[in-house]
């Protein structure tokens, strides 16, 4: 079966996410920078947000850009991928609208949670579609770069109750780590093209 749909269904899926998100901000009532003060702890969300649905968008091209083929099980996957990264919005406004509070702090963190699981999933469900010595299979490896992600985004939804600023802060290492480019599907690219 073809990725062609698979890739333009999944970047629509993304640019609406974005969309949502960016038309959940409000227009500051006043003109001055002082008017801009009670919006930060949306736009301080929204940015988190965008950086994490862009790693996603970016690694989720390198990934299909690597396989040759999908199936029903890939098909899956990556809608059970986009289901988690369209709940993004929702846990962006709540936790910006509710400054950083507990409860909000802590659902972003389960939905973030719930993207990586489901990301590793079709990671694995390609790789094994495509076979052990497949391209895929030497781009992902172990996937030590996942598996961490996932750890430090349960660690961050534990800790919300006691701090929800560890946690903020565990999400963004989680984007830094992901932010700091991941050569791995590039190099195997280049070492099949080269």
């Known amino acids: 079966m073809s990725k062609t749909r698979l890739e333009a269904f999944s970047d629509a899926v993304i640019a609406i996410v974005l969309t949502i998100m960016v038309l959940e901000l409000k227009v500051p009532h006043g003109s001055d920078l002082g008017s801009l003060v009670p919006l930060l702890p949306v736009m301080l969300s929204y940015v988190l947000s965008f950086v994490h649905i862009g790693i996603y ?14 199936n029903g099980a890939v098909l899956w996957a990556n809608m059970h991928l986009l289901f988690w990264l369209s709940l993004v919005p929702f846990v962006t ?90 050569r791995r599907a590039e190099r195997v690219l280049n070492e099949r093209n080269g």
């Open 57 to 70: 968008w970016n690694n989720h091209h390198h990934m299909l850009h690597l396989a040759k083929k999908v």
């Open 93 to 182: 406004g709540w936790m910006g609208e509710n400054h950083f509070e507990t409860i909000p702090v802590a659902g972003y963190g389960v939905v973030m949670l719930m993207a990586g699981v489901a990301y590793y999933i079709l990671a694995r469900i390609l790789v094994s579609h495509h076979g052990k010595d497949s391209d895929l299979a030497r781009a992902f490896g172990k996937d030590f770069k996942g598996i961490i992600s996932v750890m430090l985004y349960t660690v961050a939804i534990l800790v919300s109750v006691l701090n929800p600023w560890i946690s903020i802060t565990l999400y963004v290492v989680v984007a830094i780590t992901w932010f700091i480019p991941d």
